[in-house]
């Protein structure tokens, strides 16, 4: 563990380096957003590319969200998830996985706890994965079974509110810190994920090591705001395993930890501009840009 971590804060993302390319800064797959949700792929995208996301796609199964994110996040790729007569979803993001070489994949928000989202899951986790976010209906799909994860093919971390935590765990998160820093790390322990509990007082525990995170506000008790959290989570991973990264130890535990305390960040800056009351999401985005490297 670093000495910066020790003091409480874990280390930025490092600079990347004076001739980098959008390939160096890390490819990430957006896979969230339904037609009820759309603006929860459109969160997720833009937070990963204001962290520092070289190049994000989003996968698109239904509309209005092929219209929505050329209009709000024109510089993402749109990959088609789209079901037809000849392919599923899950064919789908078969094919682009052969196609492409991503760096991390953010999955879940916004897309529906139905059983195409637990399909999709599952082909996804048949793949040899770059580091893999699970947040929201990718955790809600997973019906309280953590163990799941234990054969994903690539490193996981996933981000549970305290209400998702008790579902996996079949059992209520305790509010005091020490309860949630042992809810954290059990969740780690049975999905050997790196498990990010949000909530006052962040932690994250990959079962060994925990850290919580000091900084934050209620202006992101707000809908959204764990959406933006996936997107920084992804440009962060995306880019830990990055040469230019490896070489400085920037691993999948601090690059979380320190994407965590980003997105905090970037709720006290959104709290003292728009105030606790008047934040929303998109803001914490903005955060984001203004508040680290």
């Known amino acids: 563990m670093s000495a910066a971590r020790e003091e409480g804060f874990p280390r930025p993302a490092p600079p990347p380096p004076i001739d980098a390319h959008k390939g160096d800064l890390g490819r990430v797959w957006v896979i969230a957003g339904s037609a009820s949700m759309p603006g929860a792929a459109v969160l997720v995208a833009r937070a990963a590319q204001r962290a520092g996301a070289g190049w994000v796609a ?111 765990l079949g059992r209520t998160i305790p509010r005091d810190p020490e309860g949630r820093q042992r809810a954290a790390r059990e969740l780690a322990r049975a999905s050997y994920a790196i498990c990010v509990l949000k909530g006052h007082g962040t932690v994250v525990s990959d079962g060994q090591r925990d850290w919580t995170c000091p900084a934050g506000s209620p202006a992101m008790a707000t809908a959204g705001s764990g959406d933006v959290l996936s997107g920084v989570l992804a440009a962060y991973l995306a880019t830990s395993g990055r040469d230019w990264c490896a070489d400085l130890d920037f691993d999948l535990f601090e690059a979380t930890c320190s994407a965590v305390l980003r997105h905090a960040q970037a709720g006290e800056w959104a709290a003292e501009r728009y105030g606790v009351r008047g934040t929303v999401a998109s803001d914490l985005v903005e955060g984001v840009a203004r508040c680290g490297a």
Do not use: C, M, W
Not at 99 to 105: H, K, S, T
């Open 58 to 168: 989003v996968g698109v199964q239904e509309p209005p969200l092929d219209s929505v994110l050329p209009v709000a996040a024109p510089e993402a790729i749109q990959v088609s998830l789209a079901t037809d007569t000849l392919l599923s979803a899950g064919d789908r993001l078969d094919v682009e996985f052969k196609a492409r070489a991503y760096d991390a994949v953010a999955f879940g928000p916004g897309l529906g706890a139905e059983s195409s989202t637990r399909e999709l899951l599952r082909r996804l986790l048949e793949h040899e994965l770059p580091p893999l976010v699970l947040d929201a209906d990718g955790l809600n799909v997973l019906f309280g079974k953590p163990e799941t994860l234990r054969d994903a093919r690539g490193p996981v971390v996933i981000t549970p509110h305290p209400g998702e935590a008790a579902r996996l």
